[in-house]
């Protein structure tokens, strides 16, 4: 191209783009840990676990365990250098390999070391261990009923008068709701691999959302510096929020086995001893007391939100944090009061999961929006709408942040027309009135979700950016890939920086090596951070390339404009690969580390106050059902949602996380049970007796579009808005349709007050239950 030529148009932020391993998936070419080639010596190793809730250990017996074939030894906490904990919390409460006592069934008690899995998986079962029973709590109301001990502190929120709300308000609903927990059932499992290196060097290659973190707790258990640990991630087969602690103890078994033996290692569980040792999402039971008025209005909520934390803090804590924090839902409560209890219980302990305690805190707020409407005898959209924030008055939220971003009006005026909402509630009013078995409901609900960690120094991330001599670029950041579409998109703002084509643009495994300290790829943050701290990176070179490209060609500094395909210096093209070899040959650091803080956001947590989110997301979707009194057996018949992206920066990976969001949503809030014995031993621990939603499971009519209008009022990359954990939120709506197919056996007189998951059992004891309260 020479000085006359234009520049091209390449342009790619803001398009539909495909997922960078998108075709690796397809043709099973992308590879994970286990398809990784093994240095000749590897070892693999397995745990060894508890068969008991609760107990001391009155004796274990490891000589079978290492008399068997292939073993190489036995790990146990007398064989770790530094400290047997790998809580995330950092309050030792969580140890690698119990001593003296277990608190749950599945409790790692120790590591076979092998030459192959099957040998060690083999030998893990033949250990002779002597248990003395202890008294166990499995649930919310046992260890309410216990004493009500915690795994960490509670919180409380509160604003406005509480008493004089009550006071204020002619009716009040007092009740419960049991929100069931779900297991992560990511497709690949946990997994980790250690090759020792040098001196104290070790690498792990491991399925993580928290490289940073997964570095921290090796380097502790070795008792070493964290420079001698290098963590490195490609890929994984899904997260979901499963594997931003839970792979803590996995990768630091492999990287002990590798130091002690100067082998590598490998350590990955089957799927049963897998969902039985790792942490779930917190079952939750919400009391609540709420006084509203005879047009639905809400006056005051007072609430507790019960949390099955399990047998240590692991993340209890800033879970039930995010529930209260989404206890308003889309909602203003005059006055309100809500408390959190993580309860210890002799279960696994819980963990993230996508939503992180936001979708059991809306879930009570649903509940008590729809006991009003059939107490009142209205739509429940209709009280929705009347308790929905305002844009300049009625809008604090319980923990004093002030909403100045609502759209949530919009979105749900919007849907309810596209959707054609009000004629079909009519036509399936009329449709139960004359169907005697099969019953149908149809609901509308909001979703308004903060951004942010609420743990404020979370909110940073660091990205490298190495510009070659031939204009290809290489992209490192901390963010990490599970198949939410991260990768893809910052390289798209990358791309678009230089004004280059993706195919310019390396993708690189993320590694502690390259950017350190980085936070969790969480919280639905992962663009945002990562997105501007490769920005940054970029905007760092460019200034370079400017002020070399001025000097070279003799140019004031405002007469470089960046182009598509490289820059105009003055009237002159200049391609991007030429400017880059130009300012080699001149000098020009081609090389930048970018960093990104969240501005404006803080939050004291003593008093429950601050402005801990840097923006909302919004969005509503509309569930249609059928039910068949006699059975209980349902089906979802359509869903659609308009969910709020701001301007998107990849629109085809985003409607994808839409469809995945409310899909999973979908299967926690209906099939996915988890059901635990008298003795502690989870039941549902395999596909076979746990059931995750299928592509039968999706609704033949399923309409997903983004608000298109909507751009981000703050500042953030692209002006976009997260998408990762909101749309799980959409699925309460087919929680609610259920509901109201459920009530219609008696006119909708009764509250449904459906506990989930609402299973078909659930749906059939509900019928059953609204029969007998019409019959008196």
């Known amino acids: 191209m020479n000085k006359h030529e234009a520049p091209i148009a ?28 093994e240095p000749v010596g590897t070892m693999h190793a397995y745990l060894g676990l508890s068969t008991r809730a609760h ?43 119990a001593q003296g006592k277990v608190h749950f069934w599945g409790q790692p008690m120790f590591a076979v070391v092998a030459e192959t899995r099957d040998a060690a998986r083999r030998a893990a079962q033949l250990a002779k261990v002597e248990y003395r029973d202890l008294p166990h709590a499995l649930d919310v109301r046992a260890a309410q009923a216990a004493g009500g001990a915690l795994v960490t502190d509670p919180l409380k929120l509160e604003r406005g008068d509480l008493d004089a709300g009550f006071a204020a308000a002619p009716r009040r609903v007092k009740g419960s709701i049991a929100i069931g927990g779900q297991d992560h059932f990511y497709l690949e499992g946990q997994i980790a691999f250690a090759v020792p290196g040098e001196d104290e060097d070790v690498t792990v290659y491991s399925s993580t959302q928290h490289p940073s973190e997964v570095q921290l707790m090796v380097a502790q258990v070795l008792a070493i510096r964290h420079h001698a640990v290098t963590v490195q991630v490609r890929r994984m087969g899904g997260g979901f929020g499963g594997k931003e602690t839970q792979g803590n103890l996995f990768a630091a078994v492999a990287c002990l086995a590798a130091k002690k033996w100067n082998r590598a290692c490998k350590i990955r569980p089957d799927r049963d001893d897998d969902m039985q040792a790792t942490g ?22 007072d609430a507790v939100y019960g949390a099955r934390a399990g047998f240590s803090s692991d993340l209890s804590g800033p879970v039930t944090d995010r529930a209260l924090f989404h206890a308003d839902n889309a909602y203003w409560y005059p006055a309100v009061r809500v408390r959190s209890e993580p309860l210890y219980t002799n279960t696994v302990s819980n963990t993230a999961f996508r939503g992180f305690g936001g979708p059991q805190g809306m879930m009570a707020a649903e509940r008590w929006i729809e006991d009003i409407a059939y107490a009142l005898g209205k739509d429940p959209l209709e009280i929705r709408k009347a308790n929905f924030y305002g844009t300049h008055t009625d809008n604090v939220t319980p923990y004093h942040q002030t909403v100045e971003d609502n759209v949530i009006h919009r979105v749900v005026e919007e849907l309810e027309a596209s959707s054609d909402y009000q004629a079909r509630r009519q036509a399936i009013v009329a449709f139960n009135q004359t169907s005697s078995v099969l019953k149908k409901g149809i609901a509308l609900t909001p979703v308004k979700f903060g951004i942010s960690f609420t743990a404020t120094w979370y909110n940073q991330a660091g990205a490298l950016v190495h510009v070659y001599k031939d204009g290809s670029i290489h992209l490192s950041h901390g963010g ?33 090596g390259k950017v350190p300290n980085t936070s969790a790829t969480a919280a639905s943050s992962g663009t945002d951070l990562n997105g501007m701290a490769a920005w940054d990176a970029c905007e760092q070179i460019k200034r370079r390339l400017e002020a070399h490209a001025a000097k070279l060609y003799e140019a004031d500094g405002v007469d470089c404009q960046w182009v598509q395909g490289g820059m105009m210096v003055g009237t002159r093209f200049v391609p991007f690969a030429e400017l880059c070899a130009s300012a080699y040959l001149n000098r020009v650091q081609l090389s930048a580390a970018g960093f990104y803080k969240t501005p404006t956001i803080h939050w004291d947590r003593a008093t429950g106050r601050g402005h801990p989110f840097y923006y909302f997301a919004y969005g509503a979707s509309v569930s249609e059902v059928t039910i068949d009194t006699l059975t209980g057996e349902y089906s979802v018949d359509r869903a659609d949602i308009l969910h709020d992206v701001g301007k ?22 209906t099939t996915e049970e988890l059901v635990w014995d008298g003795k502690g031993q989870l039941r549902t621990h395999a596909p076979s007796t746990y059931k995750i939603p299928l592509a039968s499971d999706i609704p033949p009519v399923f309409n997903v579009k983004l608000a298109e209008w909507s751009v981000n009022r703050e500042p953030t990359i692209g002006r976009s808005k997260a998408v990762g954990e909101p749309p799980f939120m959409l699925a309460m709506s087919v929680v609610e349709a259920l509901g109201m197919a459920v009530a219609s056996v008696a006119d909708y007189r009764y509250a449904p007050q459906l506990n989930t998951p609402v299973t078909p059992e659930r749906v059939l004891m509900g019928v059953e239950r609204i029969k007998r309260e019409a019959r008196g």
């Open 55 to 97: 107990a001391e250990i009155a004796s274990i017996d490891l000589a079978a365990v290492k008399a068997a074939p292939g073993v190489i030894g036995v790990l146990t906490a007398e064989d770790i250098p530094g400290e047997n904990d790998v809580s995330p919390s950092h309050k030792h409460d969580e140890p690698i390999f």
């Open 648 to 669: 998107s920066l990849n629109p085809v990976i985003d409607i994808g996380q839409i469809e995945g969001g409310f899909i999973q949503g979908m299967g926690w809030l």
């Open 480 to 512: 990490t890939e599970m198949g939410q579409g991260l990768y893809i998109k910052v390289a798209q703002v990358v791309a678009d920086a230089f004004g280059v084509g993706l195919d310019a643009v390396k993708i690189m495994a993320t590694t502690t």
């Open 10 to 37: 390449l342009s790619v932020l803001h398009k539909n783009t495909r997922h960078d391993s998108g075709p690796k998936h397809v043709t099973g070419t992308a590879e994970y840990i286990d398809d990784m080639i």
């Open 280 to 301: 779930k999402r917190h079952d939750f039971v919400v009391d609540y007391d709420v006084g509203y008025d005879e047009n639905g209005k809400i006056h005051a909520v």
